[in-house]
């Protein structure tokens, strides 16, 4: 009797201080709304192209070419529309995370979720394995990029169709309870089952494919233990 009440003390303490750790992180991108410094500028292994961020004054957007033409972001120069970052902090366990988006037609803000990040040649932050929770006019794409031997590779792993109009500001909330991924935006709500969901994560936000604004980001969940320096 007296073991099953120690065990049962135990798991109780354990569950209070994984509840004591869980942060409520929150960004305006204004000017004075984020540091950048608390950010990592992530390029996909995909292109050599090494995207920034442009700071307006309610929100930040993704870099374009200016001398092309819009259908050309979404076509041979959507290569130079990539810009994305993650939170330097690693997450562990169930999440929630929101974005506050806006696209011009037809694509594509997105909440990433990336369990490693890798080094290009030049030592610039590149992604590996992550997934991509993308909006767009036709309602949500959720993709698994992979990464195995040198080579990117990619699958849809859900989607739901419904509309959403261009250039017109959207909540875009993810939750990850368990093996449980929950989207909701503009009053519609999806969710499958992945088995390949990561424990660990950096969470952040891409811009892709036209032009995408992010005006506030906000993260629910509890912080990883560093990873020890090598």
Excluded at 210 to 224: C, D, E, Q, R, V
């Amino acid at each position: 009797m007296l073991r099953h009440m120690m065990i049962l003390m135990a798991v109780v303490v354990a569950l209070v201080v994984q509840s004591a750790r869980t942060e409520d992180l929150a960004w305006k991108f204004t000017p004075d709304g984020w540091k950048s410094e608390e950010w990592i500028l992530v390029k996909s292994p995909r292109w050599a192209y090494f995207g920034q961020w442009v700071q307006k004054p309610d929100h930040i957007e993704n870099e374009v070419p200016a001398d092309a033409k819009p259908v050309e972001w979404q076509g041979k120069r959507a290569p130079e529309t990539y810009t994305s970052m993650v939170n330097s902090k690693r997450f562990t366990g169930d999440i929630r995370v929101t974005a506050t988006t806006w696209f011009t037609p037809e694509m594509a803000p997105i909440i990433v979720l990336a369990p490693e990040l890798g080094k290009d040649s030049a030592g610039r932050a590149e992604y590996r394995e992550h997934f991509e929770i993308c909006a767009y006019n036709k309602g949500v794409n959720i993709w698994h990029h992979l990464y195995k031997d040198g080579k990117p590779s990619w699958k849809q792993a859900a989607y739901a169709r419904f509309e959403l109009k261009p250039e017109t500001p959207y909540l875009l909330d993810v939750e990850i309870k368990g093996k449980r991924m929950i989207v909701r935006i503009d009053g519609h709500e999806f969710g499958y089952l992945d088995e390949s969901l990561p424990a660990q994560y950096h969470v952040g936000v891409t811009g892709c494919e036209g032009l995408n604004h992010f005006y506030n980001m906000s993260i629910k969940g509890t912080p990883a233990a560093p990873v020890p320096s090598k």
